[in-house]
């Protein structure tokens, strides 16, 4: 059975740093990407990472902020934030798919698997 599983969330002051996890079991895929989902917002596409190549996707808010990484061996995927924004408050989501394609890497629909969330808060 696949299940994606995330962890790290919390309270954090602007300016602060988080890292969430997110674990896969039962398969590999080709992409992970993580979504966030603001109150009274639609889910949003944040950054993305292709297994078999390392690359990554980002938007555009988070850029030089936000980093994806993967570790194979353990099959997870990290998010690091850092200088966070009270606009980045957000349920967090881990996603993963087999489809590598660029096309679609930041429509959440493509995604087939989901972890259950995690709260990010940052406080002004």
């Known amino acids: 059975q696949v299940q994606l599983v995330e962890s790290g969330g919390g309270l954090v002051q602007a300016g602060g740093s988080l890292r969430l996890s997110c674990a896969a079991s039962g398969r590999t895929f080709s992409s992970y990407a993580w979504f966030r989902e603001a109150p009274g917002k639609e889910r949003e596409f944040v950054l993305a990472?292709?297994?078999?190549?390392?690359?990554?996707y980002y938007t555009d808010s988070v850029k030089g902020r936000f980093t994806i990484s993967r570790d194979n061996a353990k099959n997870a995927v990290y998010l690091q934030m850092n200088s966070l924004k009270p606009e980045d408050t957000a349920v967090y989501y881990c996603?993963?798919?087999?489809?590598?394609?660029?096309?679609?890497?930041?429509?959440?629909?493509?995604?087939?698997?989901w972890g259950q969330g995690t709260q990010v808060t940052v406080s002004s």
């Open positions: 996603a993963a798919r087999q489809s590598s394609s660029i096309l679609t890497m930041k429509i959440w629909s493509t995604y087939n698997y």
């Open positions: 990472v292709v297994s078999t190549n390392s690359n990554t």
